[in-house]
T-cell receptor, first 115, second 111 residues
Framework: DAGVIQSPRHEVTEMGQEVTLRCKPI?????LFWYRQTMMRGLELLIY????????DSGMPEDRFSAKMPNASFSTLKIQPSEPRDSAVYFC?????????????FGAGSRLTVL | GEDVEQSLFLSVREGDSSVINCTYT??????LYWYKQEPGAGLQLLTY?????DMKQDQRLTVLLNKKDKHLSLRIADTQTGDSAIYFC???????????FGPGTRLSVLP
């Protein structure tokens, strides 16, 4: 398996523009997580899905952020309009099952810079 | 709410042992994890321990868990320059998928 695949790896955009980050989880994993990492706030959980259904979106900063998972092999995180304070590395992670260790596997991340 | 704390920096000499410490607050945590993040990369699982265990060893890595004090440590024997990275402690309760990560400890290995 190629692991969790995220795109783009780097994105530079201007304030006010729409940003879409994409994630392909590991096949067979039924949990998908979106995290944001910054120097100031560390690793923050934004939202997670189980079987394509959003379970907890309490970490989504505000209405400018939205996430979808139309099928088991694809998820998007959209920021519209983007602001400089959204600059961060966004990670997608997937995991399997509720019982047991349910190890998370992370993607390489998407580094977003909003000018 | 749940909280996970770690010291932010650790420097060791190549060949020495490194010990990275972590404390957590959620007494219902059932699994505790150590992840490694190298520059420009995602988090990579190193090891995990179930809460009814005191110790787990995997090659150069030893995890110690003191459940009474809610203290977790990661010992890396014979630390190499390739071990330089940020190490994250994380915990998860028995239900749900609320993984709580610590701030990460940046390990620097000096030649």
């Amino acid at each position: 398996d190629a692991g969790v695949i995220q795109s783009p790896r780097h994105e530079v955009t201007e304030m006010g523009q729409e940003v879409t980050l994409r994630c392909k989880p590991i096949s067979g994993h039924d949990y998908l997580f979106w995290y944001r990492q910054t120097m100031m706030r560390g690793l923050e959980l934004l939202i997670y899905f189980n079987n394509n259904v959003p379970i907890d979106d309490s970490g989504m900063p505000e209405d400018r952020f939205s996430a979808k998972m139309p099928n088991a092999s694809f998820s998007t995180l959209k920021i519209q309009p983007s602001e400089p304070r959204d600059s961060a590395v966004y990670f997608c992670a997937s995991g399997q099952g509720v019982s047991g260790a349910n190890v998370l596997t992370f993607g390489a991340g998407s580094r977003l810079t909003v000018l | 709410g749940e909280d996970v704390e770690q010291s932010l920096f650790l420097s060791v000499r190549e060949g020495d042992s490194s010990v990275i410490n972590c404390t957590y607050t959620d007494s219902s945590s059932t699994y505790l994890y150590w992840y490694k993040q190298e520059p420009g990369a995602g988090l990579q699982l190193l090891t995990y321990i179930f809460s009814n265990m005191d110790m787990k060893q995997d090659q150069r890595l030893t995890v110690l868990l003191n459940k009474k004090d809610k203290h977790l440590s990661l010992r890396i024997a014979d630390t190499q320059t390739g071990d330089s990275a940020i190490y994250f402690c994380a915990e998860r309760g028995n239900y749900g998928q609320n993984f709580v990560f610590g701030p990460g400890t940046r390990l620097s290995v000096l030649p």
